[in-house]
C-alpha cells in the first residue's frame, strides 16, 4: 500500500547509526534502520523519498553508503544526502541550514521527521521543522527499554499549538462537517488522531459515522497504509464467518476454508481497523476481540499459534451499547477498553438551516460529478423548498440516495414534482406503528406540502375545489401554495 501523499523521511545521521553498521550491531540497529524498518518493513515504499542531512565529521565515511542501501532495500527511491557544514549544538545554524534543504522539496508531502538522531540541537530543529513544513515528528526507543509488544518508532503526540499537521494540510478532500459536529472533527484532529486511544464512534444511522473514522485516520500517523474497514452486521450471523473476518483462518479449519486467509487484524497490522456495527459481534467473541483490542494478540481460526499485530481500532454502532452491557449483550470491559474516546455525531434534524443548504449543495455537486456531468441540475427553489422541509430521518444516506434518484429521473431544471414524487413514495416505508419523526415540524410541514399538491392533481389544478377539499378557506389554501412552493 502506498501514501495518499509522497512519503519523505528526514533525518540527521548520528552516532548510533554509523555504529550500529560499523560494529554490525544487530540488536542496535540505530533509529534510522529502526524507523525504516517500523514504517516500510510490511509495505515497502512507504517512503518514496530519504533526505539524510550530516555535518562535516562524517563528509567519506564509508557507512554512508550502507545507510543508502539500507534506505533502498526498504523501498525509497530517491535518498539525497546534505553536508551542512554546521556546528552540532548551533540551534541557529542548524535551523537555517536545514530550512534551506527543506524549502527545495514538494510542499505536497508527508513528511516524517527523526528526533533521536544526532545531537540534541538536532532534535530540536527537527521539532521545529515539522512545524514549519508540517508532518510527523518520530521518535525511537530502544529494545531494551520498549515496553513488551509496543512499537520501535512512536509519532510525538504535540500539543495543539505545535501541532504539525495544520487544518489545511489534513486529508480533507469530499469532506462535509456540519456545525454542530465541528467541535467533534476538531477534538479528533488536534486530541485524538495521533494518539493510539481506541475510539468509538455512535449516533444514528447515516450521520457520517464511516467519515469521521476515515478523518480520524487521515489525521493520524497511520494514514500512509490503507486503513481497513468490516462491517460486523454483514457476518454476525455465521460463528465460523465473523471469527474468519476478524482474525484469519487456517485451510479446513472450517467448511469452505479452502485455503488459509488473513483476517482484518491481519491486514490492518501498521494501520488503522474501522469495525462499523460493532455491537453486532456475538457475545463469545467478544473475548477474543478484547484480547486483540488490548493486547495485540490474534489467533487465526484452526491455528495453534498466536500473531502480534500492531492495529488502531475505531469502532462505530447505532445501538445503546450500555443499555447491551447492562443486558448482559456486550461485555463491559470491552465495551470501556473501545470507548476511550467516544464522540456523538448529531442527525440532520439538528443541524442548522444554513447547515442543510450546505448539504443539499455538497451532495448536488457530488451527484452531478458522479451521474450528471454532461447534463448538471440544478434545484429550482420550490424544489429546493421541498428537500429542506424534509425530517431525513435517514440522514445523510437517505439524503444522498433520493437526491440521486431524482436526479437520474429530472432534466436539467429539478422542480418541485421530481421532488415530491420521490418523498411521497418513502412515507409507507418509514411511518410503521412505531415511527416517531425527528422534527415534527418539518414532518408536518412535508405533510402539508404533499396533501395540496395531491388535492391540486384531483382537482384538475383548481385552487377552490382543492381548498374545498382540504375543508380550507381558499385565501389561506393559496397562502400554503406560496408557502411551499406549488
Not at 179 to 187: A, L, P, S, T, Y
Request: hydrophobic share 40%; glycine share 8%; net charge neutral.
Amino acid at each position: 500500500m502506498m501514501q495518499n501523499k509522497p512519503g519523505i523521511f528526514v533525518s540527521w545521521i548520528g552516532k548510533t547509526d554509523i555504529d550500529s553498521i560499523i560494529n554490525a550491531d544487530t540488536t542496535q540497529k540505530g533509529p534510522i534502520y529502526t524507523i525504516l524498518e517500523h514504517y516500510c518493513g510490511k509495505s515497502k515504499g512507504f517512503f518514496q523519498k530519504a533526505v539524510l542531512l550530516y555535518n562535516s565529521h562524517l563528509e567519506g565515511s564509508a557507512a554512508l553508503a550502507d545507510i543508502e542501501r539500507a534506505a533502498r532495500c526498504f523501498g525509497c527511491r530517491d535518498v539525497e544526502f546534505h553536508m551542512l557544514d554546521v556546528d552540532a549544538v548551533d540551534v541557529a545554524a542548524i535551523y537555517q541550514a536545514e530550512q534551506r534543504v527543506l524549502s527545495a522539496l514538494p510542499g505536497h508531502a508527508a513528511y516524517y521527521y527523526n528526533l533521536t538522531s544526532g545531537t540534541g540541537a538536532m532534535h530540536s530543529v527537527q521539532l521545529l521543522m515539522s512545524v514549519k513544513f508540517p508532518g510527523f515528528p518520530v521518535y525511537t526507543v530502544r529494545p531494551d527499554f520498549r515496553q513488551p509488544g509496543a512499537p520501535g518508532a512512536i509519532v510525538v503526540p504535540l500539543p495543539d499549538i505545535l501541532s504539525g499537521i495544520a487544518p489545511d494540510a489534513v486529508p480533507a478532500s469530499g469532506l462535509f462537517i456540519a456545525g454542530v459536529n465541528r467541535k467533534i472533527f476538531e477534538q479528533a484532529r488536534n486530541k485524538i488522531a495521533r494518539t493510539r486511544a481506541s475510539v468509538l464512534i455512535v449516533g444514528d444511522t447515516g450521520v457520517g459515522k464511516t467519515q469521521l473514522a476515515q478523518y480520524i485516520h487521515a489525521c493520524s500517523d497511520r494514514f500512509g497504509k490503507e486503513m481497513i474497514s468490516l462491517n460486523c452486521a454483514e457476518v454476525a450471523g455465521d460463528h465460523n464467518m465473523m471469527r474468519s473476518e476478524l482474525f484469519g483462518h487456517k485451510k479446513n479449519s472450517f467448511t469452505d476454508a479452502r485455503e488459509d486467509r488473513k483476517g482484518a487484524f491481519e491486514e490492518a497490522d501498521g494501520s488503522t481497523l474501522f469495525l462499523d456495527e460493532v455491537g453486532e459481534i456475538p457475545l463469545n467473541l467478544q473475548s477474543l476481540l478484547l484480547k486483540a483490542v488490548d493486547e495485540g494478540v490474534i489467533t487465526p481460526l484452526g491455528s495453534s499459534r498466536s500473531k502480534k499485530v500492531d492495529v488502531r481500532i475505531i469502532a462505530a454502532t447505532n445501538r445503546d451499547l450500555l443499555k447491551d452491557v447492562q443486558e448482559g449483550r456486550f461485555r463491559c470491559d470491552l465495551y470501556y477498553r473501545l470507548a476511550q474516546y467516544m464522540p456523538r455525531l448529531s442527525p440532520v434534524s439538528a443541524y442548522s438551516a444554513e447547515d442543510r443548504n450546505r448539504l443539499l449543495d455538497y451532495l448536488l455537486d457530488a451527484i452531478n460529478k458522479e451521474w450528471c456531468a454532461a447534463m448538471p441540475r440544478v434545484l429550482s427553489p420550490e424544489a429546493r423548498t421541498l428537500l429542506l422541509a424534509c425530517s431525513w430521518p435517514g440522514n445523510i444516506r437517505e439524503m444522498k440516495f433520493r437526491l440521486t434518484t431524482i436526479c437520474l429521473l429530472a432534466d436539467s431544471v429539478i422542480t418541485a414534482e421530481d421532488v415530491s414524487g420521490q418523498l411521497e413514495s418513502r412515507h409507507g416505508q418509514e411511518e410503521g406503528e412505531d415511527f416517531v419523526p425527528s422534527d415534527i415540524n418539518a414532518w408536518l410541514a412535508e405533510k402539508h406540502a404533499m396533501f395540496i399538491r395531491r388535492a391540486l392533481k384531483l382537482s384538475g389544478g383548481s385552487d377552490a375545489r382543492a381548498a374545498h377539499m382540504l375543508h380550507l378557506p381558499q385565501s389561506t389554501f393559496i397562502s400554503r401554495k406560496k408557502k411551499f412552493g406549488i
